[in-house]
């Protein structure tokens, strides 16, 4: 009673988060900085006091879109109490000044790597209602102050950034200006980091960083972490994304045959099968070092499968480079594949180059997509009267005894039980399938105990 006294006194925040993973993250740590000025996180977007749209600068025309969210913002709120609202993410970072000379409504524009600043943002707004940009590069700050703050996730998976940035540079990619250069987060705070969320019910850490396998802190790399985290007798699955094919080294290879926590699923971005291609966008590896790392990783994984990014029309890609994207498809057969064509970025050095015509590039991208879709298919209809492991991470709302959670590849499965199933890992036996889901029943007496 006294307790919910308390929190009708407390202000509202609610978050739209656009976007990776890596924003999901950053959301949650929002919440959790918010938590220590009295704002408690709520669901609905009609209620807040503080309203934060989270901006990913990939979408396309990511710009546009975030005046579309904040017109959509101005309209809910057009009879009610004005929210402090605040545009965080790759789009604050770099279209700050337009957003906030263009827009009246928004109080403040924050970076990804300056929201441990936000608790005073909010409060300098609510005491002197003036207009706020920060957008530094101060990720070593925010680190150092986000040890402080308790990360409170407690979802039975959860998400734990350990390097932001990039240095790579590819030509059409924003991240290297809008994250700022790769940085590793200090290897002792991630593993305190992972204790909190394994205090919290975590059972399954995904490492984050948009180069994740780039992880460098004094003598550790990503592996150690991964090691590390297979020691914690509470953990049950470790994954990492997103990785780039140049940084897979001989460490992290190894990791895939020792560590049975560690599932058996790498997204590997090779963004076309082209070697022109590649030379062209500055990827920094080419073809056969693709294939070699999936041959070696085949080798000490056999159970390893694959799933990747493709940009389909890349300026100047002929027939002739896109056949190889196709062929390579055919040949890796990825279980999942995010394929997309080339739009450009503003202020990226690809954002000025002659575009393939965009009706052979929608072309391109159908036969494509049906070539990735067949795939998808035949791996779908193998698994049917398969046993697949099953971490079941929430009850389906408003469905009574039904359990979500997802099998080692990630597959969303659905199964029905009237024993409470969250946090548990179980074998289950697939039934069916649809374009998104598996269907499957829990093997009964089941004695698995995860590894
Ligand atoms: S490696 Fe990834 S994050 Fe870095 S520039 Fe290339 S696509 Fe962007």
Redesign the pocket.
């Known amino acids: 009673m006294v307790q919910k006294i308390k929190n009708r006194l407390k202000k509202k925040i609610f978050i739209k988060t656009f976007g990776c993973q890596m924003n999901e993250y950053d959301s949650n740590r929002i919440l959790d900085i918010t938590k220590k000025i009295n704002y408690l996180p709520t669901l609905k977007k009609t209620e807040a006091d503080c309203y934060i749209i989270n901006t990913c600068h990939i979408r396309e025309k990511a710009t546009e879109k975030v005046f579309h969210d904040i017109g959509r913002v101005k309209k809910d709120y057009k009879d009610k109490k004005k929210p402090i609202l605040i545009i965080t993410g790759c789009v604050a970072q770099a279209e700050g000044d337009l957003i906030l000379k263009k827009e009246r409504y928004v109080d403040a524009v924050i970076g990804p790597q300056s929201y441990q600043n936000i608790n005073k943002v909010i409060k300098d707004i609510e005491n002197k209602n003036v207009q706020r940009e920060i957008t530094n590069f101060e990720v070593i700050k925010k680190f150092d102050e986000l040890k402080f703050i308790k990360n409170n996730n407690s979802k039975v998976s959860s998400f734990l950034t350990i390097q932001e940035g990039?240095d790579?540079?590819?030509k059409?990619?924003v991240?290297?200006y809008t994250r700022g250069p790769e940085h590793s987060r200090d290897f002792k705070e991630i593993l305190s980091e992972a204790n909190e969320l394994i205090s919290n019910g975590s059972s399954e850490i995904t490492l984050l960083g948009?180069?994740v396998n780039a992880f460098k802190n004094n003598n550790k790399r990503l592996s150690d972490i991964i090691y590390a985290l297979e020691e914690k007798k509470e953990i049950k699955r470790i994954r990492y994304t997103?990785s780039?094919p140049k940084d897979m080294t001989k460490d992290l290879i190894e990791a895939h045959k020792d560590c049975k926590k560690l599932m058996p699923l790498l997204h590997l971005?090779i963004q076309s099968g082209s070697d022109k291609v590649l030379k062209d966008m500055n990827?920094k590896h080419d073809i056969k070092k693709y294939l070699d790392i999936i041959d070696i990783l085949r080798e000490k994984n056999p159970k390893i499968k694959f799933a990747s990014d493709f940009i389909i029309a890349y300026p100047g890609e002929t027939n002739d480079d896109f056949n190889k994207t196709c062929n390579l498809m055919k040949k890796i057969k990825f279980i999942n594949s995010y394929s997309y064509i080339f739009s450009p970025r503003p202020g990226t050095p690809a954002n000025n180059i002659k575009e393939v015509d965009f009706e052979i590039a929608k072309k391109r991208l159908t036969k494509f997509q049906k070539i990735a879709d067949e795939i998808k298919l035949e791996y779908k209809k193998k698994l049917v009267n398969q046993t697949v492991i099953t971490l079941f991470e929430n009850k389906v709302i408003n469905e009574s005894n039904k359990y979500f959670g997802r099998d080692e590849y990630q597959n969303p499965v659905i199964v029905y039980s009237k024993k409470n199933l969250v946090g548990l890992e179980k074998k289950v036996i697939i039934r069916k399938f649809s374009q998104h889901t598996i269907y499957g029943d829990i093997i009964e007496n089941d004695n698995y105990i995860a590894a």
Do not use: A, I, L, M
């Open positions: 990039c790579k540079f590819c059409f990619c991240v290297p948009q180069n997103t780039h971005p990827r």
